[in-house]
């Protein structure tokens, strides 16, 4: 893709979601994760692995780990099909195949139109949705499959440890505004900062919210006192990390405020696209000590 069309694809607060089906129940899954579709086939499996690990195959030179996506979602063994497929994400610095009945196509939406999950699907940090949409009349929940591998996987997920290296740390008062719209997520990132001596912390729950509490603070002529930072995930609903960062770094009076992107789809295209938007780090989820190390270098 050549540079004018990534530039024309960055911050237009657009996803495309791939349908695909499990149980004749629809299900999304951002492209950005996507590597590639196979037919489902033949593997290997492994000892006291977990139960929702089909077992592990080597197509071409990358050995796979097989999430059997059905009986994690149902939780019991589900009929497998001939024709069934084997989605290939990459996502967390992570390559992982997920076993589905089918693949219906893609779709072009904004964040602004997927609702976040009520309380009768999850708001909790254990929901696997990140997301309803509705498309051609039917509901699509978006999964959340960083907190799927994660479940399955817990050394995958944030590693805490890398906060205590940091060794003792002096508290301070520097507000930091976040955009991260899973539960669990905001809690572990938060909590990590805390522990790094970053006490003052506004939590926001969607790119729009971490907006519209800047221009707020903008109006009150409140910016410096409450706004040092952002750090910001990338997929969210309402608005995303790219239109977040594009709105604030295009404001003469906010482009000076450090944006650091902190997303599972830190790669090598999205690095380009946020660099372009003006994000000032990006960062890879799983990183969460180097996150704190950017953090000191633009504020302390």
């Known amino acids: 893709m050549a540079e004018t069309e990534i530039l024309l694809e960055s911050g237009t607060n657009e996803i495309e979601v791939m349908q695909f089906t499990i ?3 629809l299900y999304g899954i951002n492209v950005a994760k996507v590597k590639e579709i196979m037919m489902s086939d033949k593997v290997k499996p492994v000892p006291h692995a977990h139960e929702a690990v089909e077992g592990i ?9 097989v999430v059997d996506l059905p009986k994690y979602l149902m939780g019991h063994e589900c009929e497998k099909h001939p024709k069934d497929l084997f989605i290939i994400t990459n996502f967390n610095k992570l390559d992982i195949a997920f ?7 893609i779709h072009r939406v904004s964040w602004n139109n997927i609702i976040k999950p009520g309380n009768t699907v999850s708001t909790s940090e254990d929901g696997v949705s990140t997301g309803i949409i509705k498309i051609d009349g039917r509901l699509i929940i978006i999964l959340d499959f960083e907190k799927i ?11 805490m440890e890398e906060i205590e290296v940091l060794g003792e740390r002096e508290r301070n ?7 991260e719209d899973s539960a669990l997520l905001n809690k572990l990132i938060s909590d990590s900062l805390t522990k790094a001596g970053y006490m003052n912390l506004t939590k926001m729950q969607n790119g729009q919210d971490a907006y519209d509490y800047i221009q707020h603070c903008k109006e009150q002529g ?3 006192q409450n706004v040092a930072c952002v750090i910001t995930d990338i997929e969210m609903p309402l608005m995303d990390g790219h239109r977040l960062t594009k709105l604030i770094k295009e404001d003469p009076d906010t482009r000076e405020i450090p944006v650091i992107i902190f997303s599972s789809l830190v790669n090598e295209e999205m690095k380009l696209k946020g660099q ?7 960062l890879s989820k799983p990183e969460i000590g180097e996150l704190v190390r950017e953090v000191d270098k633009l504020v302390l």
């Open 57 to 65: 195959f080597k197509p071409r030179e990358i050995l796979l780990t």
């Open 222 to 224: 409140t910016l410096k």
């Open 149 to 159: 591998v994660t479940d399955i996987s817990p050394e995958t997920g944030l590693k």
């Open 99 to 105: 076993h589905v009945d089918s693949v219906l196509g």
């Open 276 to 282: 372009m938007l003006g994000a000032d780090a990006q």
């Open 173 to 179: 008062d520097i507000p930091i505004v976040m955009a």
């Open 23 to 25: 149980n004749d129940e």
